[in-house]
Nanobody
Framework: VQLQASGGGLVQAGGSLRLSCAASGRILSWYAVGWFRQAPGKEREFVAAIGWGGNGTDYTDSVKGRFTISRDSAKNTVYLQMNSLKPEDTALYYC?????????????????WGQGTQVTVSS
């Protein structure tokens, strides 16, 4: 499966963005999909994930209540709605997929990766 992440941009603190992860080559509903982010000088970290067919979601503590992951099977796309953005959310955001039912939070658990989309939150 090929993944294309988009939707990043520059936003003020408190603002919102919606990231999209569009898939081609396979039906994305058959994959668990995760969002990760990497800030300069830091390791790539888990943000959120959604299970096969939309069953089950998982979030890192720092984004709970602010970010929502969802999928649109008709569009073969997974979204990450990001509200109440903070400067510490600034990073390159990646989507990834794994051909299993359950979500995962480790980068090594994902087989397919999209290119990153930059999110910059100004204070």
């Amino acid at each position: 499966v090929q993944l294309q992440a988009s939707g990043g941009g520059l936003v003020q603190a408190g603002g919102s963005l919606r990231l999209s992860c569009a898939a081609s080559g396979r039906i994305l509903s058959w994959y668990a999909v995760g969002w990760f982010r990497q800030a300069p000088g830091k390791e790539r970290e888990f943000v959120a994930a959604i299970g096969w067919g939309g069953n089950g979601t998982d979030y890192t503590d720092s984004v709970k209540g602010r970010f929502t992951i969802s999928r649109d099977s008709a569009k073969n796309t997974v979204y990450l709605q990001m509200n109440s953005l903070k400067p510490e959310d600034t990073a390159l955001y990646y989507c990834a997929a794994r051909r299993t039912y359950f979500t995962a939070s480790r980068t090594r658990d994902y087989d397919y990766w999209g290119q990153g989309t930059q999110v910059t939150v100004s204070s």
